[in-house]
C-alpha cells in the first residue's frame, strides 16, 4: 500500500482524466422520497462535476455492475441437425468512483464465493478485473451500522480510497493501475501533521455511528434460537416481496430462465437474481415447498446474513448498511430482529 494526499483540485482532474478515457459511473441525485430526503444512485458520468460525492448512500448498491439483475450465460442457434452455443463473458474497462466502504467489503464477501469459491463465476471475475474502483470515506447515516460489524474500514478490494482531511484527500493507492493514473496529476507523500490527521478522522468517523448492535455472540444466539417464537412474530409482517434482497450488496441467489423462440432456431439461458424471501424460492418439482411458511423464509435469510452458510465459509455477510430496512416496506429492520433475538435468549 502506497498513500498520497491531493488537493481537490488535483482530484478533480484525476476524475476527469479517468472520464475522459474510461466509461465511468459515479454518485448522483436521482429522486426524492415523500420525507424530503434525496436519492442516490450510480450513474454514467462524464467528468467531475456529474458527480454528488458528497452524497449520503445510494440507495442500491454498487452489486448491480458486477452481479445484474439479468444476465444471459449463453445463446443457441439451431440450424437443421448443427447447433452452436455462444458464450462471452468479456467486459471492457470502466471506472466507478466515490464507493463507500461498506460496499467494498461487500465486494470482497462476494469475491470470496464467486471468484475464490468451488464454483468461481468467469462473468463476475470478468466484470471485477476490468473495473477501476475509487472509495470514498464519509459521515454514515442515522441508521447505518457497519461500525458494529467492523465494515467501516476497508483495507483491500479497492484501486484508491479518499479519505478527505482538511481540504485535501488522503489516499491508500493499493494497485499499479491506480499509481499510473496518478503520475497525470500532482500528489505528495504525507507529512506526520497529515498522518495524524488521518488518524483523528478515522476517529471521528468510528465516533459518529450512532445505530449499535451487539453481534459478538450471534451466532450462538442464532444456534439457540432457531424455534425462537419472534421469527412468526416478524415472519407475520413480511410480504415475501424481495425488496430486502434486491438493495443488498450481498445477496447472491439467483434463478435460470431458458428461452426458446416460438421459430426453434434460437434460444438463451439466463441467469436473474432471486431472493430466499420469494414465495416459491424452495419450491421443487411436483409442488413441495420445503419453506412454506413466511417465518421459514425470513429466517434462513437471517442466517444466512448472520450465521454464514457453506458457500462463504460460514461468515456473516451483512455490511450493515441497512438498506434492507429502508426498503423494506413494512419496517422490518435487521437492528430491531437481532436485538429482539438477543432479549429472547436471555429471557
Not at 430526503?37 to 458528497?54: G, K, V
Not at 462476494?110 to 459521515?139: C, K, Q, W
Not at 465516533?207 to 419472534?230: C, E, N, Q, R, T
Amino acid at each position: 500500500m502506497i498513500f498520497k494526499v491531493i488537493t481537490k483540485d488535483e482530484f478533480k482532474k484525476f476524475v476527469d482524466g479517468l472520464a475522459e478515457e474510461n466509461e465511468t459511473f459515479g454518485p448522483k441525485l436521482v429522486d426524492t422520497r415523500a420525507d424530503g430526503t434525496a436519492i442516490y444512485d450510480f450513474r454514467r458520468a462524464s467528468c467531475f462535476d456529474d458527480m454528488d460525492l458528497d452524497y449520503t448512500i445510494s440507495h442500491t448498491s454498487i452489486k448491480r455492475f458486477f452481479l445484474p439483475f439479468r444476465e444471459t450465460l449463453s445463446e443457441f442457434n439451431f440450424s437443421g441437425d448443427d447447433w452452436e452455443q455462444t458464450i462471452e463473458y468479456r467486459n471492457n474497462p470502466r471506472a466507478i468512483v466515490g464507493v463507500r466502504a461498506c460496499d467494498i467489503n461487500a465486494l470482497n464477501i462476494l469475491d470470496r464465493i464467486l471468484m475464490g469459491g468451488e464454483f468461481p463465476s468467469p462473468y463476475y471475475i470478468a466484470r471485477r478485473r476490468n473495473t477501476f474502483l475509487v472509495g470514498m470515506d464519509h459521515d454514515p447515516l442515522e441508521d447505518c451500522f457497519c461500525e458494529s460489524l467492523g465494515q467501516h474500514l476497508v483495507h483491500r478490494g479497492f484501486d484508491l480510497f479518499c479519505t478527505e482531511i482538511d481540504g485535501k484527500y488522503y489516499l491508500k493507492v493499493n494497485s499499479a493501475k491506480a499509481l499510473a493514473f496518478l503520475r497525470n496529476v500532482e500528489t505528495h507523500s504525507p507529512t506526520h501533521e497529515e498522518d495524524h490527521m488521518l488518524i483523528e478522522r478515522k476517529k471521528a468517523l468510528k465516533a459518529s455511528f450512532k445505530a449499535k448492535v451487539d453481534v459478538s455472540a450471534l451466532p450462538s444466539v442464532l444456534d439457540i434460537g432457531f424455534k425462537h417464537d419472534l421469527w412468526k412474530k416478524w415472519g407475520d409482517k413480511c410480504l415475501n416481496c424481495g425488496s430486502c434482497a434486491m438493495v443488498c450488496p450481498t445477496c447472491y441467489c439467483y434463478a435460470m430462465e431458458e428461452t426458446i423462440d416460438v421459430g426453434l432456431k434460437t434460444s438463451k439461458k439466463e441467469r436473474v437474481q432471486y431472493s430466499c424471501n420469494l414465495v416459491d424460492f424452495a419450491e421443487v418439482a411436483g409442488g413441495h415447498n420445503f419453506r412454506p411458511l413466511k417465518e421459514d423464509k425470513l429466517k434462513y435469510r437471517y442466517y444466512h446474513h448472520y450465521r454464514g452458510f457453506a458457500q462463504n465459509r460460514e461468515d456473516p455477510i451483512c455490511v450493515g448498511c441497512n438498506r434492507c430496512g429502508r426498503a423494506c416496506l413494512v419496517g422490518i429492520n435487521p437492528r430491531e430482529v437481532i436485538n429482539d433475538l438477543l432479549m429472547e435468549s436471555k429471557s
